[in-house]
């Protein structure tokens, strides 16, 4: 083991008056040995460990079992108990999300990082829209099955996410913005007001004027027929109210 020399305490010089030799040191050693890493030993016994290492060789697997590996572990799964309950938690969550909003958009995730991933959810939080990467295909399709939005199946496929909001109108105009300006999501389709749209009928329903201006046109177009009835009925009247009016002027003139 090697020894550290710190701790070693220097004595004075010390002359023996027996002998005629030269003056000599003394060191009181007061530091401990260092048998916290040990020596790594000579080359030659390293060498002989190194080469007389067993090698131990795996069984070879069989294409078989290779192939049914993974079909085993999914079945594994599904019958866990644990894993069932998790997923059915999964589900219903999934389900009261298509309950509660208006508008359910699917978008295909191509490859991003993380921080491209919460850099994008944090836009659409703040347009009041929520991404969700949470459901998988699975879940989505069995949340659906049964449901009026069970033709929404053939939209799950490959890598895909959810964004969902509560009202629509300006939250699809902003939607369709941010993924404009997004190329690692790419729009499919949705659900907008429980009606299944493409991703070329959600660009149109985009496209649309807003809510109160187009109520606003409909009532004016409504009380136009209804204006347009009165003018009418009081046109004889006011016609007939303006031709006396001139023959009493042209009366009084006369005389």
Same mark, same amino acid.
């Given at each position: ?51 007389? !290492? ?61 921080? !491209? ?54 939250? !699809? ?12 999501? !790419? ?69």
């Amino acid at each position: 083991m090697a020894a550290s020399t710190k701790g070693f305490m220097y004595l004075k010089p010390h002359i023996s008056h027996l002998s005629p030799r030269a003056p000599f040191l003394q060191f009181v050693r007061t530091a401990k040995f260092n048998t916290k890493h040990t020596r790594p030993g000579p080359l030659p016994r390293r060498v002989l460990e190194s080469i007389s !290492v067993p090698i131990i060789i795996s069984p070879p697997i069989s294409p078989a079992e290779t192939c049914t590996r993974n079909a085993r572990r999914k079945e594994a799964i599904a019958n866990s108990e644990v894993e069932n309950r998790f997923q059915q938690f999964l589900i219903k969550q999934c389900k009261l999300m298509f309950q509660e909003n208006q508008l359910i958009a699917v978008v295909q995730q191509l490859p991003m990082s993380g921080t !491209v991933k919460y850099a994008i959810r944090n836009k659409l939080f703040k347009k009041d829209l929520a991404l969700h990467f949470e459901f998988n295909n699975q879940i989505c399709k069995e949340s659906i099955a049964g449901t009026k939005w069970a033709n929404m199946e053939r939209l799950f496929s490959g890598r895909n996410m959810l964004i969902s909001c509560k009202e629509c109108g300006q939250q !699809v105009k902003d939607m369709v913005k941010i993924l404009k300006k997004t190329p690692e999501l !790419v729009l499919l389709g949705g659900v907008v007001e429980n009606r299944l749209l493409s991703r070329d009928g959600i660009l149109k329903y985009a496209e649309l004027p807003n809510i109160e201006l187009l109520h606003g046109e409909l009532l004016s177009i409504m009380n136009y027929g209804a204006s347009r009835t009165r003018t009418l009925l009081g046109h004889h009247q006011q016609t007939l109210s303006i031709n006396l009016q001139q023959l009493v002027k042209q009366t009084n003139d006369e005389m």
